[in-house]
Every structure is written in structure tokens, then in C-alpha cells.
């Protein structure tokens, strides 16, 4: 059982490239959302997904677009990478049971933006 | 002020120590809550939810006190293994409410 697989491991970009994150789980999850940790800060939501065709923002999305087309795949895409989104993101999903869904989380996407 | 604040630690104790963690809240209408732990480098994971009578996990009691607004973890008998760092979660209103902590970071010495 695979769980959330998130690809590429690391990646380092220059300024002004863009690229997808991938996040994709097989446990058939309602529920996906993608975060971001930086030291000091925590883990902040980026976008989140309560199933297919549906999307919304989180906390810090400027800059980070999503899509959600099958229930498995929540890519996340940054439109004009800049040394701002240096950062470590997760992908994680859950089951649609309110608020007392555990959360599982890919191994995390080290990106590095110069 | 933020939403979930913890105290970052380090906090560094010897093997078969008890030690604990706070985390305070501020929003008074939040649901529910958990610990995870994150070990250096990788993804967090679930260590345990809060119920509000309190639980416990083998080594590991949980608390909720809502008229102070804060959780708490209780670690006995410290392993070595238990260095992490502890997450404190708390959703506030269905799914994209889920608020966590910066992680008290905790260090088991020999």
C-alpha cells in the first residue's frame, strides 16, 4: 500500500521557472491539501481539495496553483518559481470524516529556488 | 497572537525521564485535536488524538483543558527513540481548519 507518493524528492530552480509538484495517493481519500514548512513557521496550507473538480485556498496560496481531476492526483504548480518558495512541501489526505480525519502525508517534495 | 502556539524547545532529558509539552489554542470553537510527531527530515505522523477526557497510549497520556485553552503530552519513562519533534494540531471547522504548531523539539540523551 503505497499511501501518498509525492515526486520529484528534491528539486532546485531558478527564479522564474515553473513546475509541478506531484502528489498522488491510493487510499481513495476525499480530502487532499498541500502545506508548506519553513523553520520557525510551522506547517502553513497551501490549497486543499474535498474532492474531484473542487479546490480552494488555504493560507498562503499566492503563487501555487491546483487542479484536482481524479480523486488519486492533487498536483501543485508554481507559476514563476521565486527564493520566497524555497521550502519543504507535503501532500497529505484524508478520509471525508469531519474534523476528526487523520491526515497522511507524502515524504515531502525539498525545494530549492536560487 | 497565533493561532496554536508551543514552546520550540529544545527540550533535552535523560533516558527514563517524564517529561511534557503544552500547547495552547486561541480559537474557543476548535473541534478537535492531536499530537503528531515529525522525525528530522521527514513527513509528520500521527502520534495520538485528544479526546476530552483525556487518553492515553502506552507511555503516552494526552489532555484537554477546554476552559484554558490548551493540550498537553505527557511522556514517560523517555526512550531514546522518542527524540522528535511533537506537532500540536487543531482543527477548527472541517477540513481546511487544520492549524499546527511550530513543534516542540525534544532530545532523549543516554
Known amino acids: 500500500n503505497a499511501g501518498v507518493t509525492q515526486t520529484p524528492k528534491f528539486q532546485v530552480l531558478k527564479t522564474g521557472q515553473s513546475m509541478t509538484l506531484q502528489c498522488a495517493q491510493d487510499?481513495?481519500?476525499?480530502?487532499m491539501s498541500w502545506y508548506r514548512q519553513d523553520p520557525g513557521m510551522g506547517l502553513r496550507l497551501i490549497h486543499y481539495s474535498v474532492g474531484a473538480g473542487i479546490t480552494d485556498q488555504g493560507e498562503v496560496p499566492n503563487g501555487y496553483n491546483v487542479s484536482r481531476s481524479t480523486t488519486e492526483d492533487f498536483p501543485l504548480r508554481l507559476l514563476s518559481a521565486a527564493p520566497s518558495q524555497t521550502s519543504v512541501y507535503f501532500c497529505?489526505?484524508?478520509?471525508?470524516?469531519?474534523?476528526?480525519?487523520?491526515?497522511?502525508f507524502g515524504n515531502g517534495t525539498r525545494l530549492t529556488v536560487t | 497572537r497565533k493561532e496554536v502556539e508551543q514552546d520550540p524547545g529544545p527540550f533535552n532529558v535523560p533516558e527514563g525521564a517524564t517529561v511534557a509539552f503544552n500547547c495552547t489554542y486561541s480559537n474557543s470553537a476548535s473541534q478537535s485535536f492531536f499530537w503528531y510527531r515529525q522525525d528530522c527530515r521527514k513527513e509528520p505522523k500521527l502520534l495520538m488524538s485528544v479526546y476530552s477526557s483525556g487518553n492515553e497510549d502506552g507511555r503516552f497520556t494526552a489532555q484537554l483543558n477546554r476552559a484554558s485553552q490548551y493540550i498537553s503530552l505527557l511522556i514517560r519513562d523517555s526512550k531514546l527513540s522518542d527524540s522528535a519533534t511533537y506537532l500540536c494540531?487543531?482543527?477548527?471547522?472541517?477540513?481546511?481548519?487544520?492549524?499546527f504548531g511550530t513543534g516542540t523539539k525534544l532530545q532523549v540523551i543516554p
Open positions: 497529505a489526505s484524508s478520509y471525508p470524516g469531519g474534523s476528526n480525519s487523520v491526515l497522511h
Open positions: 494540531v487543531v482543527n477548527m471547522k472541517g477540513y481546511q481548519k487544520v492549524t
Open positions: 487510499m481513495n481519500h476525499e480530502y
